[in-house]
C-alpha cells in the first residue's frame, strides 16, 4: 500500500499496489520471500513508488527488509532533487522469527531480522519480551531504535460493567489500574492458547 495523509479531512488517499508471488503458505523461510523481494526491482512498480513519493516505508517483519532496500537503491538511483526527504523505514516487528525458526532457517531470519533494526529508523515491537530479546541478542555493536506498542482493547469494551462478585477491595484495585487482559494468537500448537486459560483459573482462584 502506499498513503497520503496530507488531505485537509486526515483520511487521505490509499493506492493498492499488488505483488503477485507463486503461493506464500507459512510466514518463515519456506515462503516466497526471496521471490516477494525480488519484485521490487521491477520499473514499472518502482516507478509508481516513486510517483507516489513517500517519506516512510513501512516494513512488516524481515520480509520487508529487501522490498525496502530494492525501493531505497531506486530512489537513490533517480533524480535526486525529484526526491525532498530521505526514503525513511519503520520497521514492525509482530513476530519475532528468530525465537522460533528451525535451525536450518535460522542464520537466514537472525540475519534479516538485525539487518532490519540497523536500518530502520524506528523498530515497533508488541510486547517488552520481544524489546529484550533484540536488544539482548541482536543489537551488538550498534544502538536500535526499538519501541514497545502494546496491542488495544477494543474502545467499546470501556464500556462493560465490573463482575458483580469482585468484592470491595479487587473493585477498587480494578478501578484503579487494568480492568482487562486478552489474548491474541493464533490456534495452533505453538502459540500455546490454553496457557492463557489456565492463568485465568489461577487468577480467580
Request: charged share 25%.
Amino acid at each position: 500500500h502506499v498513503a497520503d495523509t496530507s488531505e485537509p479531512n486526515g483520511e487521505g488517499a490509499v493506492h493498492l499496489i499488488e505483488i503477485a508471488v507463486p503461493s506464500w503458505n507459512k510466514l518463515d523461510c519456506d515462503s516466497c520471500w526471496k521471490e516477494f523481494g525480488e519484485r521490487f526491482t521491477d520499473i514499472k512498480i518502482l516507478e509508481k513508488i516513486f510517483q507516489f513519493q513517500p517519506q516512510f516505508i513501512l516494513g512488516v517483519d524481515w520480509t520487508s527488509v529487501i522490498p525496502y532496500k530494492n525501493i531505497r537503491q531506486f530512489f537513490q538511483n533517480t533524480n535526486v532533487s525529484e526526491v525532498n526527504v530521505p526514503l525513511r523505514f519503520v520497521f514492525m516487528n509482530f513476530r519475532v522469527f528468530s525465537r522460533m525458526q528451525d535451525s536450518n532457517q535460522i542464520d537466514t531470519v537472525q540475519r534479516l531480522e538485525k539487518e532490519a533494526l540497523v536500518l530502520a529508523d524506528l523498530s515497533v515491537v508488541l510486547c517488552k519480551s520481544d524489546l529484550d530479546f533484540f536488544q539482548q541478542n541482536m543489537c551488538n555493536g550498534f544502538q536500535a531504535n526499538i519501541k514497545v506498542l502494546l496491542p488495544p482493547l477494543r474502545q467499546e469494551m470501556k464500556a462493560l460493567p465490573l463482575p458483580a462478585d469482585i468484592g470491595v477491595a479487587s473493585k477498587d484495585q480494578f478501578e484503579n489500574g487494568r480492568k482487562y487482559i486478552t489474548c491474541c494468537v493464533r490456534l495452533s500448537e505453538e502459540k500455546e492458547p490454553q496457557n492463557f486459560l489456565r492463568i485465568v483459573k489461577l487468577l480467580e482462584s
